[in-house]
Each structure stands twice: as structure tokens, then as C-alpha cells.
């Protein structure tokens, strides 16, 4: 091990920004973003960044208090050795949960900072870069306190909006209600008829309930329905799949390969979407891929945050490949938010570059996204460092 990648110093910044206006999905209304962003720094200042994905105040505290004493003085480019060091450092009381969600974000700057030492872009160190593009879905049409005619039109509009920014495909939010969510379904079809479309419950139906709502979806020519269950119910998968045609997404709740092993052998889910700032990682990310791959199953990381977590996703899907494959194939799509997010849009010299609906690969070493830290500064409301 060179002195020189050896890890010297870790630092912690919790962000947070108010929206002006509160959104909401099935489970709750946001009124603000919060995420926990990880820097680790190399012996020669060389540094990478990570994004963790979940409650920023007790990832910070993991990882302050547990995690970066132990990888303090480890070789930053053994990605895989550091993982599993963290792994068995917690596996008696933590094989999931917030602890792994902190380790996501560790692991995450990991590979940015190996890159960087090896001028390689994260694309290129998961395999190779199978494209220079991704194709985007707009991830939107959340709900808002406005009487449910109006918001339906709003949603409308929203959708309408996209379409005119060049995004060939979107995904609703569903779980409202079921007399809303299916007058929304059908308002968003007639409006654009030609448009790929989502729908995601956030985990808002039981199985009945799934059922009906899959059949709407089925009858307005909807590409996937994404978690229509709850994660605790994993045998209830099949049982869904079993009565609909749709194919089941969902993902973004699990963590590890073990955990995806167990919700994918069930046979009911068609893609798993899991989120490299909550499942274990990058290094996790692409093992969870092996074994879908093992089972026919394509993987969408789900993406939600800042620049970091997207591009992240983006260097995993221009690395990755669809299953079987053909010739002609449809590209596996980004997820692309659309909500308002300060820490997203107003931090990052260089961000991922999203245009008419495609984003373009970074091409920088690591994650290839920059990070404006005097700009961040305004919005930290808690900053740790730990140093050898």
C-alpha cells in the first residue's frame, strides 16, 4: 500500500434546505431536504464524496462514532476489503438498516476517491463504459394540499411539462386514494396518449387493493408498477404477479445481495431498484446485480438526493445491460427527480448533464460530479471531521 492512498481523514456534512412549498406521496409531505454527505481524504489530499440515502442525523453519528475509526490508515483503493471491514464490524447488530445506510455512503465516496487516484471514471472501474448516454424518467407529480380536481389538473400539467422538455417517460405517484389515483391514471393516458409511463405506491396498497390498481394500470398501458406492497411482505409479491401482467418493481427498501436474494427468489418481482445510497453501496450495487442477473431480473437503481446518488446510478446503468438482450433493445432507464432541490441543483460545479431527456455519462475521474464546498457551506447545519 502506497502512503500515499492511504485514508487520512473523514469528514461528515449534514444538509438540510426548506422548500417554499411542501410535497407529498402516500406516506407523508416533505417540507424539507435533508441529506448526509461523507468526504474521505487520502494522504495526498486527494478526496472522494458520498451521499447517503435515510436520516441524516443518525448516519452521521454511525459514521463519525463507529465507522471512520476503523477505516482511518486503510488503503483507500481496496474498495471491496473496506467493505467487508465495515460489513463484520457490524454484522452481530446491524446486518441492515441505518448502519449499512451509512455504509452506502461510505462506500460511495470509496469509489469516487479511487477513481481519482486512478484517473479512471466509476463506469470504467464497474466494467466499462457500454454507453456515453443514459435515457432519463422524469420522477414527479407528487401531491399537494389543493382540492383533488385541481391537483389532478396540476398533475396534468406537471406531466405536460416534461413531455415538452424532451423526457419520453415519467412516473406518478399513486396511493392517494383509489377513486384519485384512477382518475389520474386516465387523465395522465388521454393527455399524452403516447407518453412511457410509471406508477409507484410507496408501499401504499394491501394485496386486494394492489390487485385493482395493477388492473388500471394494465388497461392504461403503464410500463411498471413499483412498490405496490409493503417490503415486509415479500411472499405477497408473487401473489401480486401471479394476478396482473404489469410487470412489479421494487427495491429501494432492501439492502445487501442477502436481502435482495431473499425478495427476488420469490418470483414476483421483474426489477429490482436498489438505491446505491441505501443498499450497501456501489461495491453492494453491483453483486445485487450479479445475482438479479442470475435470475433473468434487469436492475433500475432507484435515485433520489443530490448530483452524487445520481451519478452514481448513472455510471451503474452505462455499465450495466439489459437482460437477455437483443440487437434492438430498450436502454434501461435514469431515474430523474423533478422536485425542487437546492442541494441537488445549486451545489456542483460540475454536475450530471441532463438534457431533452438523456443524460450524459460524466466523463471526469470518480464520479466525475464536483462539489462546490463554499457554496455547501450555507446549507450545513452539522459538520464532523476525523483524522489519523
Not at 63 to 78: K, M, N, S, T, W
Not at 107 to 130: F, P, T
Not at 170 to 190: A, M, Y
Request: proline share 5%.
Amino acid at each position: 500500500m502506497s502512503s500515499t492512498t492511504k485514508i487520512a481523514t473523514i469528514r461528515t456534512y449534514h444538509l438540510r434546505d426548506h422548500l417554499e412549498e411542501p410535497f407529498g406521496f402516500s406516506q407523508w409531505y416533505y417540507d424539507t431536504r435533508n441529506t448526509l454527505w461523507v468526504e474521505i481524504v487520502a494522504e495526498d489530499g486527494t478526496a472522494g464524496w458520498g451521499e447517503c440515502y435515510g436520516p441524516s442525523e443518525v448516519y452521521q453519528t454511525a459514521i463519525d462514532r463507529f465507522y471512520a475509526p476503523r477505516l482511518l490508515g486503510q488503503d483507500a483503493l481496496a474498495t471491496d476489503r473496506n467493505w467487508q471491514l465495515m460489513w463484520r464490524a457490524s454484522l452481530d447488530f446491524a446486518r441492515g438498516g441505518v448502519m449499512m445506510g451509512a455504509m452506502s455512503g461510505m462506500d460511495m465516496a470509496l469509489w469516487d476517491l479511487r477513481g481519482k487516484i486512478l484517473n479512471q471514471s466509476v463506469c470504467e472501474m464497474m466494467g466499462g463504459r457500454h454507453s456515453d448516454t443514459v435515457p432519463c424518467y422524469a420522477t414527479g407529480m407528487y401531491f399537494k394540499e389543493m382540492p383533488e380536481d385541481d391537483l389532478i389538473r396540476s398533475i396534468v400539467d406537471e406531466a405536460s411539462t416534461y413531455q415538452q422538455q424532451g423526457f419520453a417517460a415519467l412516473k406518478i405517484k399513486v396511493g392517494k386514494n383509489p377513486n384519485f389515483d384512477t382518475q389520474q391514471v386516465e387523465s395522465l393516458r388521454h393527455a399524452l396518449p403516447d407518453m412511457t409511463m410509471m406508477a409507484d405506491s410507496n408501499h401504499a396498497f394491501d394485496l386486494p387493493e394492489a390487485i385493482r390498481m395493477g388492473r388500471v394500470l394494465e388497461a392504461n398501458d403503464f410500463r411498471w408498477f413499483e412498490e405496490p406492497l409493503s417490503p415486509e411482505f415479500e411472499n405477497q409479491f408473487r401473489q401480486l404477479q401471479d394476478k396482473l401482467d404489469i410487470p412489479i418493481a421494487t427495491g429501494e427498501c432492501e439492502q445487501t445481495r442477502f436481502g435482495f436474494e431473499r425478495l427476488l427468489r420469490t418470483g414476483g418481482v421483474q426489477i429490482a431498484q436498489p438505491d446505491l445510497a441505501y443498499c450497501g453501496g456501489p461495491s453492494e450495487a453491483l453483486k445485487i446485480r450479479t445475482l438479479a442477473s442470475a435470475k433473468g431480473i434487469n436492475v433500475i437503481p432507484h435515485a433520489w438526493g443530490t448530483m452524487l446518488n445520481l451519478a452514481s446510478a448513472t455510471h451503474f446503468l452505462a455499465s450495466g445491460y439489459r437482460e437477455p438482450g437483443r440487437k434492438e433493445i430498450d436502454a434501461l432507464m435514469l431515474e430523474y427527480d423533478r422536485t425542487p432541490n437546492a442541494l441537488r441543483d445549486e451545489l456542483f460545479d460540475i454536475p450530471v448533464v441532463v438534457e431533452n431527456g438523456v443524460a450524459t455519462v460524466p466523463t471526469g475521474p470518480g464520479l466525475g460530479v464536483i462539489v462546490n464546498e463554499q457554496k455547501m457551506q450555507s446549507f450545513v447545519v452539522n459538520q464532523t471531521e476525523l483524522k489519523v
